[in-house]
């Protein structure tokens, strides 16, 4: 597999790092002349297009190194899953981890209820657990990651442990070493969130999970789905309605935030079987 970063501090394989180093180490290879026989090559519009893609990653990439140095965590990158030790046999249906930027997360939580005191907040490939500290600046009751790759989990452990903000409102936070495919949701109410962690068939292994949970003890429970690649939305949007056991929740579209590589395309489900007795 090639790889285009490189390893950070912890040793695991980063792809948004050194972009400005990369792109000026081609310059030194081939020469001046190169970025105009790409124009050539490209036109002027893909050119400006592949610019602007990589210097919006660089100040989004920027800001969250600042959000991790302000906090005294480590959350930010695009973590490659090759190096990694993997639980599981799903390795190859993972996505890069890229957690959900500040912003972002701030603007999805807007479409949730504010009284969110008995409902366990699920993160489905948490990573580096920037999702789980976001959440804890909300009034959750406990606050759970499930990641498969154990040095993300020994990252996000250490996150947890180091965090502490005036704001916030649940510090009852754990990551579960695991395949997502083969956990069992907690009996509690709940809010699970998914920023395309993985390939379709895996995720409708989870959501087939969750529905049968959710019928053997029924209680109230939010699915969020984040996408910001890979066209996601467009099949985990299909999958969750054709469950028969959500509605799906109008919402405000997303910006585009400067601390978000991309503006991310994302869907609420509320599932709430009071409502459905009445």
């Known amino acids: 597999m090639a790889m285009t970063g490189r390893e950070d501090r912890r040793g695991v394989y980063d792809r948004s790092s ?10 030194r290879e081939r020469g001046p002349m190169e970025p105009f026989r790409l124009v050539r090559e490209h036109g002027l519009r893909a050119s400006a297009r592949f610019v ?21 965590v480590d959350t930010a990158g695009s973590i490659q899953l090759a190096m990694l030790e993997v639980v599981g046999p799903n390795r190859d249906k993972g996505n890069e981890c890229v957690c959900t930027s500040p912003k972002s997360f701030g603007f999805i939580m807007k479409a949730l209820p504010r009284d969110l005191s008995d409902a366990t907040f699920i993160d489905i490939g948490s990573g580096k657990s920037r999702t789980l500290l976001l959440a804890s600046h909300y009034p959750f009751k406990a606050i759970v990651g499930v990641e498969f790759a154990r040095e993300l989990v020994a990252i996000a452990r250490s996150n947890i442990a180091a965090y502490r903000s005036p704001s916030q409102m649940c510090r009852t936070l754990s990551v579960v070493e695991g395949d997502a495919a083969a956990y069992a949701f907690p009996d509690t109410p709940l809010v699970v969130y998914f920023y395309n962690p993985f390939s379709k068939d ?8 969750l529905v049968a949970s959710l019928r053997g003890t029924p209680r109230r429970c939010f699915v969020i789905y984040g996408s910001s690649s890979h066209q996601a939305i ?14 799906e929740l109008a919402v405000a579209r997303m ?9 991310i395309d994302y869907a609420v489900f509320r599932f709430d079987p009071a409502e459905r007795r009445a």
């Open 18 to 27: 050194g972009r400005l180093g990369r792109a000026l180490a081609v310059l």
């Open 52 to 72: 602007g893609r990589n210097v919006r990653h660089m100040i989004a990439d920027r800001l969250a190194r600042r959000w991790d140095r302000v906090h005294g």
């Open 202 to 209: 895996v995720f409708d292994t989870v959501l087939d999970n």
């Open 234 to 247: 467009d099949w985990a949007r299909p999958a969750i309605r054709a469950s028969g056991m959500f509605e």
């Open 255 to 263: 910006p585009g935030f400067l601390d978000a590589v991309r503006r």
